[in-house]
């Protein structure tokens, strides 16, 4: 009897955004150490600090004088001996708010520390992102799998833009929230409620959202520098970080020599805080304030926090011409890099 063979089935086609999600992972767990644990390290030492900075300041107030005293318009009380509830009680609703405005500006600043050392984890990201791969010959690896370059490449451009910030950010609200517990127990070791002299007059979670709400307008911003650093990454055949870092400023060292932006009616000024800045600085979150103007020295004095990183002064960077003619030199840079990664073998 003849054995009638069956057709094998062919196995399933991954769908793109599966191997998206597939290669997003690897980008991660390839590089936990700067997405993951170096924010919240940050946010942990930044916490210690705090401790330390407190102690300090309870044990210097213990050695002024029992007879000093702060004065308020609605009475005085003791800094030797604090009870924070008979400050509590003696503070006006205008003092209350300014308290709260006070209390959102360093919730907000002990949130920046983690977002301080997502700028150099990205930098260093991007710029070794399609380099590494060529230096330990992994590249082969990943050539080998059903996987095309503008996916690769775009995983990683993905994971500087989004899941990086992401990260970070959240590092800064588990950190803000670390802050305001401790001094929290601050105000209770001394008699005070933090539910009324804390909790209520800040907002750490619309300082939160406004935060996590940046992350696109933070997409978008990088995208000229982490076009750039792949473009770097993916062509230069040794030391990428001398490539990217100098051929921005040496150019912007010629322009202002021949003094070249003459024929364009502008100042070399203009060259390097359009080109040269945004190739090598876009990726610091928070950069794209510097280009406000205007409405930067307007929010700069005594304005509260949350008009600084509001979403309508935050998105108000979308409607500014240099952010999509950047986004679309990013674009551009990354194409190319995609590009040089297909056929750039180092040997």
């Known amino acids: 009897m003849n054995a009638v063979a ?16 597939l290669l997003l992972r690897r980008e991660f767990w390839e590089h936990k150490g700067g997405f993951f644990w170096a924010p919240l390290v940050t946010g942990g ?44 009680s003696q503070l006006s609703a205008e003092n209350l708010r300014e308290l709260g405005e006070a209390l959102d500006v360093s919730l907000f600043m002990a949130s920046t520390w983690p977002m301080i050392v997502l700028a150099f984890v990205v930098f260093f990201y991007c710029l070794g992102s399609l380099y590494d791969e060529r230096k330990d010959r992994s590249v082969l690896f990943w050539r080998s799998l059903p996987v095309s370059d503008a ?30 517990i401790v001094i929290s127990l601050v105000v209770l070791f001394h008699g005070g409620n933090p539910l009324t002299l804390l909790w209520g007059p800040a907002s750490p979670l619309r300082v939160s959202g406004q935060l996590l709400a940046a992350i ?32 921005p400023l040496f150019a912007g060292i010629f322009v202002s020599w021949f003094d070249l932006m003459q024929f364009f009616d502008q100042g070399s000024g203009w060259f390097w805080k359009h080109v040269v800045a945004r190739l090598l600085l876009s990726v610091v979150p928070g950069s ?28 108000g960077a979308l409607a500014r011409p240099e952010t999509w003619i950047g986004a679309v ?19």
């Open 216 to 247: 696109p307008v933070y997409a978008i911003w990088a995208l000229p520098a982490v076009g750039w650093l792949m473009l770097c990454s993916a062509w230069a055949r040794s030391k990428p970080f001398l490539w990217a870092l100098m051929i």
């Open 329 to 347: 030199a990013g674009v551009a840079m990354i194409l190319g890099a995609i590009r040089l990664r297909r056929w750039r073998d180092d040997g």
């Open 151 to 180: 996916e690769t490449t775009l995983s990683k451009v993905l994971s500087a833009t989004l899941v990086a910030p992401l990260l970070a950010i959240l590092a800064g609200v588990v950190s803000m929230f670390g802050f305001l």
């Open 288 to 315: 794209d304030i510097f280009y406000r103007g205007a409405d930067f020295a307007l929010l700069s004095g005594a304005q509260s926090i949350h008009q600084l990183i509001s979403l309508k002064v935050t998105y």
């Open 45 to 88: 030492i930044f916490l210690l600090l705090s401790v330390m900075g407190i102690v300090v300041g309870l044990v210097a107030a213990r050695k002024i004088p029992n007879d000093a005293r702060v004065n308020l318009e609605s009475g005085s009380f003791q800094i030797n001996g604090l009870d924070l509830s008979l400050l509590t």
């Open 6 to 21: 069956t057709p094998r089935a062919s196995a399933p086609v991954p769908h793109p955004t599966h191997r998206l999600r």
